[in-house]
C-alpha cells in the first residue's frame, strides 16, 4: 500500500480495472451470467492491495464509465461500483491486519490471510452490497440465489487470478526475461479459461475443458521459481480427478451451475499448489537457515578451537620458560646450583651403572673482590660471564656440566671423563680464561679486565660414590689451589 501514486498511476488503475471489466464481460456476455464479471473482482482487489484507498475513485470511475458505455441500468445500480471498491479495500485491510508481507504466497498462515481474510471479505462483503442494490433496484425476487452465486463467483475467481497478478509484480533484482514469461503465462493461462468457460458454456463442448483443467495447473506450475515434482504431481493428480468429475457430470448443455463448478474444481486445484508451494518455500527456508546456523556453528568452533590451541602452545611456552627460570642461572646461563646437584646425582648414577670414570671440578676466580672493589659489581657481573662464555668454549657441549654453585664458585662435571682427561680439560679452561681481555667501560674509559681462576678436581672412584663427598673433594682441592698461588689445578688426593 505504500506504491508511489501519482497521475500516471491514478489513470493505470482506471484504464487497466475499465479494461478487464469489459473485456470480461464481452466475453460472458453470450451467457448473460453474473459468473462471469469475477476477473473485475480479482483486479479490483489487486489495485486495491497496491495503492490501498487512494486506488478506490479509479476503481469506481471505471467501474462507472463501463456501466454508462455497455450497460443500460438504472441509476441507483451506479452504486455497485462504490459497493466493489469499498468491498475490495475492506478485503485488503481483513488481509493486511493478517499480514504484512507484500508477497502472501510464501507462508502457509499469510496464504490463509489472503484466501479466507482478504478474498472472503471481498467475495461476502461485495456481493451482499452490491447484491442488495441490485435486488433493490431490479426488484429479483431469487435474491439468495443472486447473492450465493455473486459470492461464489468472486471468491473462487479471486483465489484463480489475484494471486497470479500478485507474484507477477514481485520484485525481483536481476529477473531474467524468461522469469518474467514465466509469470506472464499463468495470467495469459487464466485468460484462456475465462475464454474457455465462455464457449463451453456456448457449445457446450467438453473438450474445451480438458485444456483448461490441465493447462491451467502445468502453466501456473511454470510461474513457481522453486517448483518440484511433488508439486507437479500433485497439481496433476488433482487436476485429473476434478475433470473426471466434471465429465461424469455433464449431461447434455451446461448450465451456470455446472460452469460455477468447473471453475470451483480449477481453485480447489490452484489452491492446494499455493499452499504446496508455501509450505515447500517455509521447508526450504527453515533448512537454508538451519545450514546457515550449522556452519556459523562450525565456524565458531574452529575459531574456539584455533584460540584453545593458541594458548596451549602459549601454556607450553610459558612452562618451558619457567622451567627453564627454575634451572638456570639468569646472569651467566648455566646451571643453578639445585639443577647443578640434580645433574650430579643422575650422572653418578649412571656412571656407577655403566662404571664408566667421572670428574668432578670447582672453580674459583681469584681475587675476584677486587674487580669488584675496583670496577664496581658491573663490572665483576661482566667477569662472570666471560669466564663461563670462555670454559663453555672448552667443554663438550651437551655432555660436560658447568653450574654457578654461588658468587664467583662455579662447578664442572665431566662424565664418561678419565681423570687425565679431566685435567687437560681444566687446563684448557685455566688458560682461556687466563688469556681473557674483558673490555670495560670505566668512568667513560676503555679498561681492560684481565683474571685468572684456580680449579680443585675430584674423580669418583670406588670409593667415592656420594655426591656430597665428591664436592667436598673438589673443593677442598680448590682450596689447597687457592693457598699455593692460585691460578693453578690442584687434584683431590695427590
Ligand atoms: N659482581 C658480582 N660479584 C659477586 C657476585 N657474587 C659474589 N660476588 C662477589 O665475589 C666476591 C668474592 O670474594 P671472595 O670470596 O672474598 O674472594 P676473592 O676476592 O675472589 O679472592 P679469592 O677467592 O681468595 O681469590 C665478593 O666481593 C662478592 O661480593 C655476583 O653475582 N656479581
Not at 433493490?136 to 452465486?149: A, M, T
Not at 502445468?218 to 510461474?223: P, R, Y
Not at 664442572?412 to 687466563?434: F, G, H
Request: hydrophobic share 50%.
Amino acid at each position: 500500500m505504500n506504491k508511489r501514486y501519482g497521475l500516471p498511476q491514478f489513470l493505470g488503475v482506471s484504464l487497466l480495472t475499465f479494461f478487464v471489466i469489459a473485456v470480461t464481460y464481452k466475453l460472458g456476455f453470450a451467457t448473460q451470467n453474473i459468473v462471469t464479471i469475477w476477473p473485475s473482482a480479482a483486479v479490483t482487489y489487486w489495485v486495491a492491495r497496491k495503492y490501498g484507498k487512494r486506488a478506490l475513485l479509479p476503481i469506481i470511475i471505471a467501474e462507472s464509465f463501463h456501466a454508462y458505455l455497455f450497460l443500460n441500468i438504472l441509476p441507483l445500480a451506479y452504486l455497485v461500483p462504490v459497493t466493489n471498491a469499498f468491498a475490495a479495500y475492506l478485503g485488503v485491510l481483513v488481509e493486511r491486519r493478517f499480514n504484512s508481507q507484500n508477497n502472501p504466497l510464501t507462508s502457509l498462515p499469510h496464504i490463509i490471510a489472503l484466501v479466507f481474510g482478504g478474498f472472503l471479505t471481498l467475495a461476502v462483503s461485495g456481493a451482499i452490497l452490491g447484491g442488495s442494490i441490485m435486488v433493490y433496484v431490479y426488484k429479483i425476487e431469487d435474491w439468495p440465489e443472486l447473492i450465493w452465486l455473486w459470492i461464489l463467483s468472486d471468491y473462487t475467481g479471486l483465489i484463480m487470478l489475484a494471486p497470479l497478478l500478485i507474484i507477477f509484480e514481485q520484485p525481483n533484482k536481476g529477473i531474467t526475461s524468461g522469469e518474467i514469461l514465466l509469470r506472464i503465462l499463468p495470467i495469459l493461462t487464466a485468460i484462456l479459461v475465462i475464454w474457455v468457460m465462455g464457449e463451453t458454456q456456448l457449445l457446450a463442448h467438453q473438450g474445451y475443458y480438458i485444456v483448461s483443467m490441465i493447462l491451467t495447473p502445468l502453466v501456473l506450475l511454470l510461474a513457481f521459481k522453486q517448483q518440484t515434482h511433488y508439486l507437479c504431481i500433485n497439481y496433476t493428480l488433482v487436476c485429473s480427478g476434478a475433470l473426471l468429475a466434471i465429465l461424469s457430470s455433464i449431461d447434455g448443455d451446461l448450465t451456470a451451475n455446472l460452469w460455477l463448478s468447473n471453475q470451483h474444481y480449477i481453485t480447489q486445484v490452484i489452491l492446494i499448489g499455493y499452499v504446496v508451494h508455501a509450505v515447500n518455500l517455509q521447508r526450504m527456508q527453515l533448512l537454508k537457515n538451519l545450514r546457515e546456523e550449522r556452519d556459523l556453528l562450525e565456524n565458531r568452533v574452529n575459531l574456539r578451537t584455533e584460540q584453545l590451541a593458541e594458548e596451549v602452545a602459549a601454556n607450553k611456552r610459558i612452562a618451558l620458560e619457567m622451567e627453564r627460570l627454575a634451572t638456570i642461572d639468569s646472569l651467566t646461563e648455566v646451571l643453578n646450583r639445585r639443577a647443578f646437584q640434580q645433574q650430579v646425582d643422575s650422572e653418578m648414577i649412571k656412571a656407577q651403572r655403566s662404571l664408566n670414570p667421572l670428574c668432578l671440578a670447582m672453580m674459583d676466580i681469584d681475587y675476584f673482590k677486587q674487580v669488584n672493589d675496583r670496577y664496581g659489581h658491573a663490572a665483576g657481573d661482566l667477569v662472570l660471564i666471560a669466564v663461563c662464555n670462555a670454559i663453555k668454549q672448552q667443554i663438550r657441549a651437551d655432555i660436560d656440566i658447568l653450574g654457578r654453585l654461588g658468587g664467583e664458585e662455579f662447578a664442572l662435571l665431566l662424565p664418561d671423563t678419565r681423570l687425565e682427561e679431566a685435567q687437560s680439560c681444566l687446563e684448557r679452561c685455566r688458560r682461556a680464561i687466563a688469556e681473557l681481555a674483558i673490555p670495560f667501560d670505566y668512568k667513560n674509559e676503555n679498561v681492560t679486565i684481565r683474571v685468572t681462576c684456580s680449579f680443585g678436581l675430584a674423580a669418583q672412584s670406588a670409593t667415592n660414590w656420594s655426591r656430597d663427598q665428591l664436592l667436598i673433594d673438589a673443593d677442598n682441592a680448590l682450596y689447597q689451589a687457592k693457598k699455593t698461588g692460585r691460578n693453578k689445578i690442584i687434584i683431590s688426593n695427590l
